[in-house]
């Protein structure tokens, strides 16, 4: 079956499984690329034909993927494209066509990878997934929706480096100076910060993005996001234009200050750690300030100056540990202060909680009754919003960020956190101390702001596993309730998107199959006579799974089959919620 003359390639499946054929190749990452292909059906059903291209770093990790065409039923030939840029970390490039856990005939011809060069400077174009997936050399500052409104004045942010004070009258209009900062490639850094007349924030009109990894690394930026005024006229804003320019020409900056825990238990030592990268000149004489104090009494209980020297190109990280013996507030503020020949030149904070049980004991109580939630005492219609890994992995995010974000989520009325965690695969069923850590404090910060906390424990995760598997998973679930069932506010959240692998359904559960069939007939005469369209495979408790008709509404075999996927769906999760 040739297209316009053409060669094409065939997966034939007369029966529902899957078959694929693939080509592997090399091309030079961060670049844009559009593959394309073309694609034609007939009779696939159950499952779909499909075209595809994954990339992977050299230790086979996916660092990026896409299905770019699927078919189903009969059509004659169909385009499909992509427009991609293999992450820097990609090795190597797959393509893959075939038929996916379905039946009939699927042909694949011409495909084609050409390099674009489409200009795409900044963000405003992506691939809109879960979010907006760009290339590492799209530049990512400003965004669209996010624009400066009721702006009535403006002051130097306090962790930025305009370091004396001033005001700026506006009104101000515009867009809100955001970037991108990747999970570890950036640091942004707020000058100017925008405010109502009531004070209120309502976004930065200046800021910084500082690059010391990625696609940029080394490259720093400044960019101001005012569209009605001319920001340099003011005396205070020139003398900031020459800080700004020495800060970046300097190319010396402080990032990936954090502790070695989110939360602490009373009297365990704070391990601190910060890295300062010079992408500038030989740096001779600077010195180094670890500053901890207690975020709700405004307290400094700590402090440790040290001397460094940075040679051109180079990135240091320095430590330092902090014993405070006892802990007298649950909620505490690092700063690392970077001074080059006396001058205070950088600034910035992380955080880190100490357990505190009284914040338990203070939170509202939910519960579930009389088909309602009932919250704080209350029947509540409860709003909610999700958030994701990036929460616990990426550098930005620490317990002082978390709390401003659960307090300023309260604020807009929102009752309820989910988050739908890291995947426990990642780490072999073996979470690390840190991950838990950080998920107990960003818990704690739930209750202290009176949020129904929401996390989901096994997202997305196949419930058709082997019994090993399945056990390492109702582990986690028991590590995560023992943990957390002290939580006044908690829903466990085992898993949103069920995923059935069909194939390992067959593979271990066949055995659960046959006495689910016991379970419905009586002997194999009553199996037959119900799966007269479908002749029962085997002998009688070791009868084969069947062969699905999709489609045929009276195959009894195959509403068995579904029946019993959703039987054995309902086993996973009660073993999840299992003791």
């Not at 070695?260 to 180094?288: H, P, T, W």
Request: hydrophobic residues 35%; charged residues 25%.
């Amino acid at each position: 079956n040739r297209f316009r003359g053409k060669p094409s390639a065939k997966v034939s499946l007369p029966y529902p499984s899957s078959s694929e054929w693939s080509t592997e190749l090399t091309l030079p990452p961060a670049k844009l690329y559009r593959f394309s292909g073309w694609l034609k059906t007939k009779d696939v059903k159950g499952g779909y034909a499909f075209l595809a291209l994954y990339c992977y770093d050299e230790k086979g990790n996916i660092t990026l993927w896409r299905d770019v065409g699927k078919g189903i039923g009969t059509n004659d030939w169909q385009y499909f494209f992509w427009d991609f840029s293999p992450p820097l970390e990609t090795q190597r490039i797959v393509i893959r066509c075939g038929i996916y856990q379905g039946q009939g005939e699927a042909w694949f011809s011409s495909f084609e990878i050409k390099e674009r060069f489409e200009t795409r400077i900044n963000t405003a174009k992506g691939e809109p997934m879960d979010g907006l997936i760009v290339q590492p050399f799209q530049i990512g500052i400003f965004d669209p929706s996010y624009k400066l409104e009721r702006v009535a004045y403006a002051k130097p942010a306090e962790e930025g480096i305009l370091n004396w004070d001033f005001r700026l009258n506006g009104p101000f209009t515009g867009y809100a100076s955001s970037g991108v900062t990747g999970s570890d490639d950036a640091r942004w850094v707020s000058l100017l910060k925008g405010y109502d007349r009531y004070g209120r924030l309502r976004g930065s009109l200046g800021a910084l993005l500082l690059h010391y990894s990625g696609f940029y690394a080394g490259s720093r930026w400044a960019f101001f996001g005012v569209d009605n005024k001319d920001l340099f006229e003011d005396e205070n804003m020139r003398k900031a234009f020459l800080k700004v320019t020495r800060f970046l020409l300097k190319g010396v900056f402080l990032h990936n200050l954090k502790s070695d825990y989110a939360i602490y238990e009373q009297g365990e030592d704070v391990k601190l750690s910060v890295r300062v990268s010079n992408f500038g000149e030989d740096v001779s004489k600077a010195k180094l300030v670890f500053r901890v104090e207690e975020r709700n009494r405004g307290r400094v209980c700590w402090e440790k100056e040290m001397d460094l020297s940075l040679s051109a190109g180079e990135t240091k990280e320095f430590h330092a540990i902090c014993q405070l013996g006892r802990f007298s507030d649950n909620l505490y503020k690092i700063s690392a202060y970077l001074y080059l020949d006396g001058e205070k030149w950088d600034y910035m904070e992380s955080g880190f909680m100490v357990r505190d049980e009284t914040i338990l004991k203070n939170a509202k109580q939910l519960s579930f009754h009389d088909n309602y939630l009932w919250f704080g005492g209350k029947p509540r219609f409860i709003l909610g919003t999700d958030d994701y890994a990036d929460t616990l992995l990426a550098a930005r995010m620490n317990p002082l960020v978390w709390d401003k974000e659960l307090r300023t989520l309260k604020d807009y009325g929102v009752d309820l956190y989910e988050n739908l965690w890291i995947s426990p695969a990642w780490y072999g069923y073996n979470i690390p101390e840190d991950i838990w850590r950080k998920t107990d404090a960003l818990a704690f910060l739930t209750q202290k702001h009176n949020l129904v906390f929401f996390p989901c424990i096994l997202c997305g995760y196949n419930v058709a596993v082997s019994d090993e598997e399945r056990e390492k998973q109702r582990n986690i679930c028991s590590q995560f309730a023992q943990r957390y069932h002290i939580l006044p506010s908690l829903i466990y959240y085992i898993n949103g998107d069920l995923h059935f692998n069909e194939n390992d359904a067959r593979k271990y559960h066949k055995a659960l199959f046959n006495e689910f069939l016991k379970s419905k007939y009586k002997n194999m005469e009553e199996l037959k006579s119900a799966w007269r369209l479908s002749s029962p495979q085997g002998e009688w408790g070791d009868i084969e799974f069947p062969q699905p008709k999709w489609g045929n509404w009276e195959d009894t075999a195959t509403a068995d089959l579904l029946s019993f996927y959703g039987y054995l769906s309902s086993k996973w999760i009660d073993c999840m919620a299992s003791e």
